[in-house]
């Protein structure tokens, strides 16, 4: 018979009343354990005096202590009863609180996107207007249904119903003509141009780049070694003909004809056709960037380069981050048939596939028709927020700032008036309290496009007035001989 | 005032009663307009008469067009009504059925992975036995009280709460000694061993590979251009003096410790202590592997290598995907501070951060004690299942198969003792509808390991017994002189 020992002198704080008895007592022990109250070695009560001692019963108390046994916490032999075990070190101790992240690589480097979002964030969404009633209902029911058919999924293309509900999704918004089996579903667009360009891209393989364009085309070509060609944009967006000059044997092409990052400009079609002669004639990729293209508030948006395409010639990326919420990490690609098995089988060897749950309830949330719904929602409430953006700045960044009419997106850009460069410009912006980015950041060869990246989807319009007052005086600094930062 | 059009013949099926009618409404008009039935051009009623004509109110009509003018199936103009868009071309009846996944690399060429499962696939946790009421409860409280911080989070390092729990999770069930900022959330270990090979290899770069190995790390080095260094794994986890003869100098090296990648060995001390000496003295990284580490049978498990490493050597990985569910897709890197910065960076370019509500719940999971009360019962199921597993063999597959003695993880290597390639082995058990993987798809230049990696987790003991009893008829056809495929 195991040597009975007395009590130790735990002090079990109150229990919540939301709480279980048997998930408090875990945490209080577990805590004791952690702080060193009770210390390694310590022999543990048996669990019917322990029960007894703290008007517990037995049986949640041989729960908490076989869980804290199979995490480590406490060891058991018959005949010696319960003790703690000894703990390699305190890391509860040791830690500290969580610096800020420090971590973006070039072009973003200086800059912090700390919680929450200051005027005038890029391609923040209004995620407080995300209906998150809606997708907790979605979620729950298939989490009460979670079949273990859904939890040992592994399919690297992604959740079938998923596939098939954006198959009909993209078919029907953006003109894509493609098959279920050619969607891959990813984390999103940084997922998929890193996939790509891995796929697609040997080093030292030339690629056209958008000159200004999206800095995450620029780290995921630069990660798989390509030699980046920068190719101008012009009101047309990408300028074909300079980029046959540069590299007319390049291996493929990156594109935002949708709303060309960061300039906004529309892609025509005469442009369109011209950049799908280069690559039928050459044999060259298109990874299309279907950015923020859900966002035109004006008519309809156009359809995607990729329905104009007879030659499988183009990958059309896409993301649902911030047309839902940043935290979902789910996006896709649209692979012609001809690749989709070389796709597939890099993306098994990056990370196998992508979460279980969340594509299931997304595709509810689409074939539901809340997603159709929650588009129209934000597609009022970011055209109001742009109008006020405007209207704002009209008022009071004349002469110092210019908002071009681009009717879509998230973010619009806006040209210095003032005589700053695009850095002098974001730096003074951020001494008041205003995030922005410098549009230098997103050149490569070209010289300061100045002006600034402004976001306005997170942001009302009392906080869009009292974001443009700062940014106002910010900008007058140089305007009235101050200096810039 | 609009032409008032009569309402065309659209026929609406019999509303579930579990179905909105907004949500049903919603569905039996897109489907009409995917199937044909309401060819585009078509004009739909005003919304006052179609709610009339279908006993409808108001509301739910303009709610449901305006979802699908939102979606792009319908457009409306004032003064001309509604209409059906015209579709790029039907995407529904294109599809169809997903072929199965051709899409391994090599070494995993020529398998498929059907569900369900069968006997004796590797790597299949028992999710049946996952207590999803739990993690659905724990996922549903985090979705009704989810914050806007929570759904626009993008910390590349992961859930700060997450990373907190998982920091004494690990401190106090292997000994890990690190703080919450040295913890990288990513979706698995495949993306761990993806991220680390393309951050500390540069292309030609040697690395040690234990021979033979786990084929995920084989395909990371493959990936990142390095060049491997097959290392022989003995009784004791791989040979570092055979390491040092053939690449002193490699920049690190890829070990299994724990429970060795396939053969199962524990690596001793003594062998710890030499491969920590060798990337001291010549300033490799060690990525250590914790694979399997929760499932040892019999004692504790041994801490892990990063918990002896006073040098920052060791960069350690580990998955939740097979100890909770496949399609959950978290894993985590322990990184020596002095890398932390460099690893973020990287993992930015990747694909940004892993979702976010998962990182919610699995902190749950953890600190309320669900994730040790799991781990305990999956011991006590393993365990009895690798028993019957033995037990059958030793009765069925005397003279053709031999289990060493090896407590520990989700499956166990089987030598074959019938004079078949584990390559014939493997094709004649297939032929009997059995899941095996011969061991030669892990070997690299070591000639055949003659044996099969079997996994008994995902399988009741009747599984069990009928599967050994198929394995045995497949594995006696050369004993018998039969061809063996």
Request: glycine fraction near 8%.
């Amino acid at each position: 018979m195991p040597k009975r020992v007395t009590p130790p002198e735990i002090t079990l704080g109150e229990r919540p009343s939301n709480v279980t008895l048997t998930r408090w007592l875990h945490q209080q022990l577990r805590q004791s354990i952690l702080d060193g109250r009770l210390k390694s070695g310590t022999r543990l009560p048996a669990s019917r005096d322990f029960a007894n001692h703290y008007k517990l019963s037995r049986g949640t108390v041989v729960a908490v202590f076989e869980e804290l046994q199979a995490e480590g916490y406490l060891s058991s032999t018959v005949g010696a009863g319960t003790w703690v075990n000894e703990l390699p070190e305190n890391p509860q101790r040791a830690r500290k609180s969580s610096p800020p992240v420090r971590i973006l690589p070039p072009p973003l480097t200086g800059l912090t996107f700390p919680h929450p979002a200051r005027p005038f964030r890029c391609h923040e969404p209004a995620v407080t207007d995300f209906p998150m009633d809606i997708w907790a209902r979605l979620a729950s029911r298939r989490l009460r249904a979670a079949s273990a058919a859904m939890l040992a999924e592994r399919d690297p293309r992604g959740h079938l119903p998923l596939r098939e509900a954006l198959a009909d999704y993209l078919g029907v918004s953006r003109g894509v003509n493609c098959a279920a089996d050619q969607i891959v579903i990813v984390s999103g667009v940084q997922q998929a141009l890193d996939l790509l360009a891995r796929v697609l891209l040997k080093p030292g393989d030339r690629v056209w780049m958008e000159d200004p364009g999206y800095f995450g085309a620029v780290i995921a070509f630069r990660n798989a070694r390509a030699n980046i060609i920068p190719v101008p944009v012009d009101e047309r967006g990408i300028s074909v003909t300079i980029g046959r000059q540069r590299a007319c044997r390049a291996k493929g092409a990156y594109i935002t004809p949708a709303h060309q990052f960061p300039l906004g400009v529309l892609m025509p079609l005469e442009r369109r056709l011209e950049i799908l002669a280069w690559a039928r004639e050459t044999g060259a990729f298109l990874i299309e960037d279907d950015y923020d293209s859900e966002y035109r508030f004006e008519g309809r948006p156009a359809p995607v380069l990729q329905s104009l395409d007879k030659n499988e010639s183009v990958l059309l990326i896409g993301s649902f981050n911030k047309l839902l919420f940043p935290a979902l990490r789910l996006g896709y690609i649209v692979v012609p048939s001809r690749l989709v098995d070389t796709v597939l089988a890099f993306r098994f060897g990056i990370d196998q596939n992508s979460v279980g749950l969340e594509q299931a309830v997304l595709s509810d949330f689409i074939t539901e028709g809340h997603m159709g719904r929650h588009i129209r929602r934000m597609r009022e409430l970011y055209a109001g927020r742009l109008t006020a953006l405007k209207e704002e700045s009209r008022r009071y960044l004349g002469g110092l700032i210019e908002i071009p009419h681009i009717p879509a997106g998230l973010s619009t850009v806006g040209f210095l008036r003032n005589g700053m460069s695009s850095r002098e410009a974001e730096i003074a912006a951020a001494g008041r309290g205003i995030e922005t980015m410098a549009l230098d950041r997103f050149t490569l060869e070209r010289k300061d496009v100045q002006g600034l990246l402004l976001g306005f989807a997170a942001f009302d319009e009392s906080r869009i007035r009292r974001g443009i007052a700062s940014l106002a005086m910010a900008l007058e600094q140089r305007r009235a001989g101050a200096p810039a930062a």
